[in-house]
């Protein structure tokens, strides 16, 4: 299974140089695992042996006058094996909208990375959630014409950091639906992770979900020890 590691902005060079030199310990063989850190940090990260490392935004253009942005080809040239778009704390915090989704999914297909387009509901959207998670896919792939290497992770926004988790009989329920709905649109499969709250003692539930390729973890993927307990359980 892809057990992907969100560690947004936690931790400096020296807390991740002994997070991955413990983790590098771990047998995680027949799993696939990526580490997605704050850019300054990936190319600290890339002497990983049993993981990759991957970036957690991009800009919406290659160059430019964008201060405080860091583009696709920067840390592609780090060495970011993939890259999230459209997390939710992008979209709900940092105003990033369907087309800025768009035009950085665009952007990253210019070069050879995984992408990991991250859609969720947010609580208020719950009932009509299937609608939300339609359009945002949808948007998000307006134009694009490669649809390889590309990863859908579903997060219900009220499940991130929350401790809630999304039920395992709903969660199969959207992993058909975005399955359907890729294959009548795009004609095309691709892997689909589920993120919101997942730990050691919660992913057992999950790891049986049919059709369901892996987890994106955020809290308790910082101690390294408790993630190896998450990707073992
Ligand atoms: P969480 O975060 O595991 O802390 O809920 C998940 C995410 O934001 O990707």
């Known amino acids: ?30 799993n696939e695992v990526c580490f997605y850190v704050s850019p ?13 490392i991957g970036a957690q935004n991009i800009a919406t253009s290659k160059w430019g006058a964008l201060t405080g942005e ?9 060495g ?6 459209g997390h939710s704390e992008r979209r709900n915090i940092f105003g ?22 991250c859609v969720g509901e947010k609580l208020e959207e719950r009932e009509h959630k299937k ?21 859908i992770a579903y997060e219900p926004v009220w499940a991130i950091g929350t401790g809630v988790t999304a039920e395992p009989k709903d969660i199969e329920e959207m992993v058909k639906f975005i399955n359907n709905l ?13 993120g919101g ?12 979900i049919s059709g369901l390729s892996g987890f994106l973890v955020g809290g308790a993927s910082l101690n390294a020890q408790e993630f190896y307990e998450l990707i073992k359980a």
């Open 96 to 117: 990033e909208t369907d087309e800025d989704i768009s035009s950085k999914i665009k952007l990253a297909k210019e070069y050879d990375i995984e992408i990991v387009l």
């Open 80 to 85: 970011a094996k993939s890259v999230l778009i």
């Open 40 to 52: 300054a940090l990936i190319q600290t990260s890339v002497n990983a042996t049993n993981f990759n």
């Open 182 to 194: 890729l294959e009548e649109n795009y004609k095309v499969k691709m892997p689909i992770l589920y």
């Open 70 to 78: 860091t583009s696709i080809e920067q840390v592609v040239n780090l």
């Open 1 to 30: 299974m892809k057990y992907y590691a969100n560690f947004k902005m936690n931790k400096t060079v020296e807390n991740i140089n002994e997070y991955f030199k413990d983790f590098n310990e771990f047998d995680v063989k027949g």
């Open 197 to 208: 709250s997942v730990k050691a003692s919660n992913v057992g539930s999950f790891k049986s």
């Open 131 to 151: 609608e939300v998670i339609e359009a945002q896919i949808k948007h998000a792939l307006n134009g694009v014409s490669n649809y390889q290497n590309i990863v």
